[in-house]
């Protein structure tokens, strides 16, 4: 398992990319935003906690991480999503919306409305699923 340290902020642009090695991560508290294709392609990691302090997460930030199972949203209020973050994750269909691939989305019990009503997290609605942190 790799730990981000508590130095960190921001995860950057591409930071670990096509990391495919990467099975574990474990991000601070300090991180409040993670940037676009920060995980991309990241194909052996199985499981994310991303936590309450996060309220930005950038474009195809997760996309083609096809071994992701769970995704933890620790945040009460829903970061801001930007599009296209689980591509590949997803498939589209037609006329309009997404067929899970197998990724289950936790997010806080009482956010779960919020959650689907938010701009881009509404794709994943049907994979959002009320947790008790």
């Known amino acids: 398992e790799y730990a981000i340290p508590n130095s960190v902020t921001s995860i950057g642009d591409g930071a670990f990319c096509y990391c495919n090695n990467l099975t574990s991560i474990t991000?601070?508290?300090?991180?409040?935003?993670?940037k676009r294709s920060a995980f991309e392609g990241c194909s052996s990691l199985t499981s994310i906690a991303i936590p309450d302090s996060?309220?930005?997460?950038?474009?195809?930030?997760f996309a083609s991480c096809r071994s992701l199972e769970s995704v933890y949203c620790k945040a009460i209020t829903p970061?801001?999503?930007g599009e296209d973050v689980f591509k590949d994750l997803y498939t589209l269909t037609f006329?309009?919306?997404?067929?899970n691939l197998g990724c289950a989305i936790y997010v806080p019990t009482e956010s779960v409305n919020a959650y689907k009503a938010a701009t881009n997290w509404t794709d994943y609605?049907?994979?959002?699923?009320?947790?008790?942190f």
């Open 27 to 34: 991000i601070p508290n300090s991180v409040t935003s993670i």
């Open 125 to 132: 609605a049907v994979d959002i699923v009320g947790y008790d």
């Open 79 to 81: 970061p801001s999503l």
């Open 95 to 99: 006329p309009g919306g997404f067929v």
């Open 54 to 61: 996060v309220t930005e997460i950038g474009s195809i930030a």
